[in-house]
């Protein structure tokens, strides 16, 4: 089989394409050491199917995924001992007082907290992938427990408050332990950054005007309601001289204090910075040690009727092992609180841990973390514990106190349990107002800065008005309802992104590389002479397609035309599915309609036979219309350009051929040539060739050509080919010469260094092997839009050849 002739299988090829009317002749590119011409079978749905069951191989690695401590546990050392040891104490004695003020955002007993974050710190490591996150009770989260209980308790008061925390994080997590085995991690992306940033600032915003009472020692109210109720009835029953507000405002100043100060010493005396560093990370341990003295002393002779508000009697202890009590009904009134809590129980945790994998230069798996949640909120109240996720303000001081692996939570839960045995007593005098100034210096760190909202408006503009949406939504409602405002209005940009998108229209330009003031070959190296003063040649230019309208940026003093006459290069930006189908091909038929004119005039012999909807010209507007469409050019071929599509359907093929059916009658009696390039999947190439695309069409007025194919042609044979060889051969040429044209430069010689303009062949007696890339069988499908401009321009410019050969034939 030889280039250019026809073969029996083309024959096949092209009588199996019935319902395009194909070509019946085509060339086919072969090569004298190509023993088969490329033929790219379709996908099968047996091959997807094959596809979608796991090898032995497959499910060992799954198995093997789910517990990630056996791939560092076995290289444990002292050294990490050591870290881990240091965070886990430093996280232990940080959790302590935040689980319990935690607790109480739940409207559970502060043991509750206690529980919860011992079962969290002890269990990750076996099933986490983050060394930095500390799992257990966290503000926002304990807020929405919160807000289920009193919602439960308004119809079912005769269920403690813990029972109903216990079914949720049992139920919660439930469903987030199902959702990491399937592997569904990727789900959490469609949380944009900008939905999770206003839920946080929301949140913090909540929170802290939800602790406002008890900081100010104001009661009479519900702090459960909106922000702005709860802030208006805190200032409404502000007592004149209240005690509870000296010890709060004051606590919450002192953390403020000890904090910037701090932080200003380590960065003034970095020799200190560790020691500095701890000191910093207690502050609200020794704040909490400090207040308790001074409530201790103030209410030791007033325990039942105490000077300042105190936690009150903590059990000693930790509880025996229940089993969590839920009933259908609790699971029912649960049931539409669960997407909040499960959004929530996620995107603070999966922001935190990518955010230290980054810092710290590992990743962690999504799915894996999902399971680590869920077994975690699941076993949790086995043990008296409620819902617990990743903390933002643990992790990071977990993370700067040198943790070296997961394992830090055990020594963090060890930590807890001794305090749970030890310090309950001491935990009797704790003031609430206290324990309400450290929540609310915990939950600062949530707000979104100025800095960052500034940087939103560079990069979007409309997003930073999503996300003040979020914030007043979770300001004057609920916290959920801020998230989920935010989740709809993003999804709703994008859905209108993908439907508007109409892709561009391209143009080729010309260009080559310059290097300072030289033009340069393929290699940086390859320096090929000096700008302005050599015109550059065929091997040192490229063509590059940019918009026609410069809608990317570039500049517009660039000239960017259509590749020739009625050819016209259309890509994609959004992919191509049915949201967009129609948008995209009604603009590039109205583009195209508008640049273009008929290929015969439109002429009806009678005036019933015009359609309803063409009420055609004027006498005076159809000759000035004549006259302006003589300078157009007749529609010959549309390339598609397929890099931003991944997968098309049903709908958006259809519409395509609506469009090549249109356009064909458009141009009758010729037919529009469609080729596609950068097709990215197989699949898209099944669909394409369902919708009769991949090989020309035969014209109508039956005058056609032998098409020509151009195919884009690959080396192939290895590294002891004959192309390997003379690229070998050519670089060490190019050394050569790059050392001689520095010689010049030296010398103060500009010549152009014209030994690297030859084309490298191959050397004697060892012909160069080489394959098409795309099966010889599809034609107009391209691998770049290169070929598929050279092959358009080929084609139409034989097709005018052919018909002006037949006009001159027929007039003899």
Not at 86 to 97: L, Q
Not at 177 to 187: D, T
Not at 431 to 440: E, R
Not at 618 to 623: G, L, N, Q, R, W
């Amino acid at each position: 089989m030889l280039l250019g002739t026809k073969t029996d299988q083309q024959d096949k090829a092209s009588n199996d394409q019935a319902n395009t009317a194909g070509e019946d002749e085509y060339f086919i590119p072969t090569y004298a050491h190509s023993t088969d011409a490329f033929v790219e079978g379709p996908p099968t749905t047996a091959e997807w199917l094959r596809d979608q069951v796991p090898s032995p191989q497959a499910v060992h690695d799954y198995l093997y995924s789910l517990f990630p401590c056996l791939s560092w546990v076995g290289h444990y050392n002292t050294q990490w001992a050591a870290g881990d040891i240091v965070a886990g104490i430093t996280i232990g004695a940080v959790v302590v007082p935040q689980s319990m003020a935690y607790a109480l955002l739940a409207n559970l007993e502060p043991q509750y907290g206690l529980y919860s974050s011992f079962i969290g710190v002890m269990i990750y490591w076996i099933f986490g992938t983050s060394k930095d996150i500390s799992i257990g009770p966290v503000a926002v989260l304990s807020t929405v427990v919160g807000n289920i209980i009193d919602d439960v308790r308004m119809t079912r008061s005769d269920l403690p408050a813990h029972t109903i925390a216990s079914a949720v994080s049992v139920i919660a997590g439930s469903v987030v332990l199902a959702l990491g085995l399937l592997r569904f991690g990727y789900l959490i992306d469609l949380i944009s950054i900008t939905s999770l940033s206003a839920f946080m600032t929301g949140s913090a915003i909540t929170i802290v005007v939800s602790q406002l009472p008890a900081l100010l020692g104001a009661s009479g109210f519900s702090n459960r309601e909106a922000p702005y109720k709860v802030l208006l009835n805190t200032l409404a029953h502000l007592p004149g001289n209240n005690m509870d507000a000296a010890v709060g405002l004051s606590t919450l100043a002192m953390l403020y204090l000890i904090r910037h100060t701090f932080s200003w010493a380590a960065a003034k005396y970095p020799r200190r910075k560790r020691l500095l560093f701890f000191i910093n990370t207690m502050r609200s341990v020794l704040i909490i040690v400090l207040y308790t003295c001074i409530s201790f002393a103030l209410n030791v002779s007033h325990k039942d009727n105490p000077v300042i508000k105190i936690l009150g009697a903590v059990p000693r202890g930790f509880p025996r092992v229940i089993l969590p009590d839920m009933d259908h009904d609790l699971a029912s009134k649960i049931g539409h609180h669960l997407p909040a809590t499960v959004i929530v129980m996620l995107v603070e945790h999966m922001a935190i841990s990518k955010s230290f994998g980054r810092v710290n230069n590992y990743t962690i798996d999504p799915s894996q973390e999902m399971v680590a949640i869920g077994v975690t909120n699941i076993l949790s109240p086995f043990f008296g514990g409620y819902s617990s996720t990743g903390s933002f303000s643990r992790t990071a001081i977990q993370s700067k106190a040198g943790v070296r692996t997961p394992a830090a939570g055990i020594t963090a839960g060890v930590v807890v349990l001794l305090a749970m045995f030890l310090l309950t007593d001491v935990f009797f005098f704790i003031p609430t107002a206290t324990l309400a100034a450290v929540i609310i210096h915990a939950v600062g760190d949530l707000l979104t800065s100025r800095d960052t909202i500034r940087q939103f408006w560079r990069v979007a503009p409309l997003e930073v008005l999503i996300f003040f949406v979020g914030v007043i939504v979770s300001i004057f409602g609920h916290i959920e309802d801020g998230l989920y405002a935010t989740v709809c209005l993003s999804a709703c940009v994008f859905l209108y992104r993908i439907l508007k998108a109409r892709g561009r229209f391209l143009g080729k330009v010309k260009v080559h590389s310059v290097l300072g003031d030289h033009i340069i070959g393929d290699h940086h190296r390859q320096v090929v002479g000096k700008y302005g003063t050599f015109q550059p040649s065929v091997d040192t230019t490229r063509n590059v397609f940019l918009p026609l309208d410069h809608g990317d940026g570039s500049n517009p003093e660039i000239a960017i035309f259509n590749p020739y006459p009625g050819i016209f290069i259309y890509r994609f930006s959004e992919g191509f599915n049915y949201p967009n189908a129609n948008t995209a091909l009604d603009f590039l038929t109205e583009f195209i309609l508008g640049q273009t004119r008929r290929s015969r005039p439109e002429v009806y012999e009678r005036k019933g036979d015009r359609p309803w909807n063409n009420p055609g010209l004027s006498m005076a507007a159809k000759s000035q219309e004549d006259a302006s469409l003589q300078a157009l050019p007749t529609l010959k071929a549309i390339i598609l350009d397929f890099s931003a599509v991944n997968n098309v359907d049903i709908t958006s093929v259809q519409r395509l051929i609506d469009v090549r059916n249109q356009l064909d009658t458009y141009v009758s009696p010729d037919v529009v040539d469609w080729h596609i390039a950068c097709i990215n999947n197989r699949w898209t190439k099944r669909a394409l060739v369902a919708g009769g695309f991949g090989v020309p069409t035969k014209p109508r007025d039956g005058i056609y050509h032998r098409w020509k194919s151009i195919f884009s042609v690959a080396e192939i044979g290895g590294d002891d080919s004959a192309a390997a060889l003379a690229e070998e051969n050519a670089n060490k040429e190019l050394l050569l010469v790059s050392e001689e044209a520095s010689d010049e430069e030296r010398a103060g010689a500009c010549q152009p260094v014209r030994s690297h303009n030859r084309r490298v062949e191959s050397l004697p007696g060892s012909p160069r092997r080489g394959a098409t890339v795309h099966s010889w069988d599809k034609p107009l499908f391209h691998v770049d839009l290169t070929s598929a401009v050279q092959s358009a321009i080929a084609n139409a410019e034989a097709r005018q050849e052919l018909r002006a050969a037949s006009r001159a034939q027929s007039i003899e």
